[in-house]
Every structure is written in C-alpha cells, then in structure tokens.
C-alpha cells in the first residue's frame, strides 16, 4: 500500500510540474509576442517615413530617429520645379521627449500623423510654430512635445523697409529787422546875436497882453423875470408867470 502511495504522488507532481511549465511558456510568448508587436511599431515609425504635401505642393517627407534620451525629427521637402529652374529645398529639425506621454508609447506612428497634419497647412514646413503639441498629447508639458531646433536654409522674415527719408535743409531763421530806438535829439546851443555896429543890444519889450474880461449885462427884471418863468413854469403859462414874477420883483 505505501508502495502505490508513492507512485500517485509522484504522478501528482510530475502533472503539476508539466502544468506550471504550459502556464510559463504560455505568458513567456505572450511577452515575447508584445515585444514583437512594439519592436514592429517603432520599425514602422523609425524606418518607414510619413510623406504629405504642403499647401503649395511642396513634397516632404518626416523622418524619426533617436538622439540619446531625445526623440529627433526632420522634416525634408522640395519644392515643384518651375520650367528649368529647379523647385526649392529645405528642411527643419525638430527634438523632444514624446515618450513621457503614455498615448505616444502605445500608437508613436499616430502621434506623427497628427503632426503631419498641421505641417501640411503650411506653405512652408519649416514656418509654422515652434512647438506642436498633437491631439493626443496635448495636456502633456513642452517637454514632452516636439519643439524647433533648426533649419536649413535658415528662414529670415524679411524686415519692411523703411523709406529712404530726404536730408532736411537746414532751417533759416527768419530775418527780423532790428528795432531803431529815435536817437536823443541833442540840443543845439543858441547862437549868441552879435550886436551890430553902433547899436546897442536891443531887448524886445513884452507888453502884457490885457486879459478878456467879459462883463454880463445887468439884467433886466423882465428878461430875470421871464428866464424864471421858463425854469417853473410850464410853458403855457410862461407868460403870466413872468408878469407876476416881475411884479414882485419891482
């Protein structure tokens, strides 16, 4: 009996070694499978590029690739050729850490797409913001974002220019006539009269002139009597007034 026992037990085990071993190897592949599938991913957004157009057809491509603890991408483009003159070429550098955002890890080829998408609104792919912060992470913080590094050749707005402005003449004051002050009259000494032989010095006589007196007439009681008549009475009555004012007069 203590035969068999043993033997069951050792049949017991070995089942549930073989089962444990199933059960690693089954959640080693699962492993090995994500690995895969996340190696394939960063295959397909490192390897392969993302192609667009900008608005006025320049044709570009994106291209990711790593530098140390930064994700770096360029942007590449040329433009149409216009007759036999060849189309323009650029492109710019961009560099971030998109990895510290969590959407970016599982779908990075997405987060490139939306990208992709703002840059072809451009007329030209190297003049749009200098930090792109795609739909999918765009709570996260600029570090986490692509931001401008570099271009080539290097964009230059042009600065308006400003008008070639004439030298100004220098101003001519205005010429005021000086003010002339009348010069003092100075006066002239008088000449003494020389006295003429065998006359003395004549004096001229002044006879004062007689003043104006102008004596008043007396007046008569009849002219006194009517120039009172004609101060208080009405005139109407002038002639009655006069007469009794000259009656008490006389």
């Known amino acids: 009996m203590r035969g068999r026992m043993r033997v069951l037990l050792l049949v017991l085990a070995a089942a549930v070694c073989v089962s444990n071993a199933q059960t690693n190897n ?8 994500q690995q895969q599938q996340q190696q394939q991913q960063q295959r397909s957004i490192w390897d392969e590029p993302i192609r ?31 007759g036999q003159t060849p189309g323009r070429s650029y492109y710019c550098d961009f560099q971030g850490k998109p990895n510290l955002c969590r959407a970016y890890n599982l779908n990075p080829r997405h987060y490139f797409t939306q990208m992709m998408w703002e840059l072809r609104k451009l007329s030209h792919a190297c003049q749009g913001p200098k930090i792109y912060r795609p739909q999918m992470c765009k709570k996260y913080p600029d570090e986490a974002q692509m931001t401008f590094l570099a271009s080539w050749p290097k964009t230059t707005t042009p600065k308006p220019s400003r008008p070639v402005q ?34 003395g010095p004549q004096t001229k006589k002044t006879t004062p002139k007689p003043g104006k007196t102008t004596t ?4 008569q009681p009849d002219s006194k009597a009517s120039r009172i008549a004609s101060e208080y009475c009405w005139k109407s009555f002038h002639g009655i007034c006069t007469y009794f004012i000259s009656w008490f007069q006389n």
């Open 26 to 33: 089954s959640s080693n592949d699962n492993k090995q499978q």
């Open 216 to 219: 008043r007439p007396m007046e």
């Open 166 to 199: 004439e030298p100004r003449k220098p101003a001519v004051p205005a010429q005021t006539k000086p003010v002339t002050t009348p010069k003092p009259v100075k006066p002239q000494p008088q000449q003494p009269v020389k006295p003429q032989p065998g006359k």
């Open 52 to 82: 667009f157009a900008t608005k006025t057809k320049d044709s570009c491509t994106m291209v990711v690739s790593g530098a140390g603890d930064y994700t770096r991408l360029r942007v590449s483009c040329k433009g149409p050729s216009q």
